[in-house]
């Protein structure tokens, strides 16, 4: 008797332990595998300005990175939804909970060791939920919908407050296909981002345009990511994107301003690349990288700590 007692007690255990550790179907709403690409059209529109653009802007996965806090997060590349700039492009660090389904992008400035709180894949109608700073988030609709021919389930994410308005929407198995901004303060205006192309995980969704750009004014897609990790140490990658091509030159200073290393000087065609800069030569600080096309420059700033 005791024996099948204790057997039983073993399987309730082992059950709810396997509960505990299964992976949330909703993650399927954010898929995130090194490779992923997703191909955007942008419509930005300022008030009181002549800027009223629609262009193609790229969302991929990288790669992924250990960071300090002892998580690994995905480098994703793609273009500020903060931004009124157009092209702007960032690097952001985002990790799928596959338990929780909740999804979090790399901070040291929030008390959640994950970071910041920016989806929570399994709410449901009404559910809100709290980024770590005070920012609200709404659930507002679970629907079916069709995305790049494709049937699917679709959630709707709401943050409205006094000085920010924005939105999205994803859907199962493809992902963020659609994003909203309304810039409250400054010139005022809007920046929408509907989803057109996808490539996840081999499987691919609707179709890539020919052209970079559509009839309307052309923005400049000259651009310098973050550099990646940041600090770093001693080696980090820098992207940068090209709108035409041409010769660049990149550059590495010091604070002094004295040319610690010249990265590339050369001709390189349109569009995206990454290039690997190694400081173990070097002392721990902060660096400028300087990017020149042209006339054209800009400048970030990176930290080598040792």
Request: charged share 20%.
């Amino acid at each position: 008797m005791n024996k099948k007692i204790s057997s039983t007690f073993l399987i309730i255990f082992l059950l709810i332990n396997l509960s505990w550790g299964q992976n949330s179907p909703a993650c399927a709403f954010y898929p995130l595998k090194i490779g992923d690409l997703w191909q955007y059209e942008v419509t930005l529109v300022l008030n009181n300005t002549n800027v009223d653009t629609t262009y193609y802007s790229f969302k991929e996965v990288l790669g992924d990175t250990l960071m300090p806090n002892g998580y690994i997060y995905k480098i994703v590349s793609e273009e500020s939804l903060e931004s009124n700039v157009p092209g702007d492009i960032i690097i952001r660090y985002i990790m799928v909970d596959s338990v929780s389904a909740n999804v979090y992008e790399y901070s040291e400035d929030y008390e959640n060791i994950k970071g910041k709180l920016i989806d929570s894949l399994e709410c449901q109608i009404g559910d809100t939920f709290d980024d770590g700073q005070g920012m609200i988030y709404s659930c507002d609709n679970v629907f079916t919908d069709t995305v790049l021919n494709y049937v699917t389930e679709c959630k709707s994410i709401n943050l409205s407050m006094p000085d920010i308005q924005e939105s999205h929407s994803l859907a199962k198995d493809i992902g963020v296909y659609y994003q909203n901004k309304i810039f409250l303060d400054g010139y005022g205006g809007n920046k929408n981002f509907n989803l057109i192309y996808a490539n996840i995980d081999g499987e691919i969704y609707g179709e890539q345009p020919n052209a970079i750009y559509s009839d309307k004014k052309s923005p400049s897609i000259f651009s310098l990511g973050n550099n990646y990790p940041n600090p770093f140490n001693p080696v980090t990658t820098i992207p940068y994107t090209l709108r035409t091509s041409g010769t660049v030159k990149l550059t590495i200073f010091d604070t002094t301003g004295k040319i610690v290393r010249t990265m590339v000087n050369n001709y390189q065609r349109a569009g995206k690349h990454l290039i690997k800069f190694d400081g173990k030569m070097l002392s721990s600080g902060v660096y400028i990288i300087r990017l020149q096309f042209k006339n054209q420059r800009l400048t970030k700033k990176m930290i080598l700590l040792r």
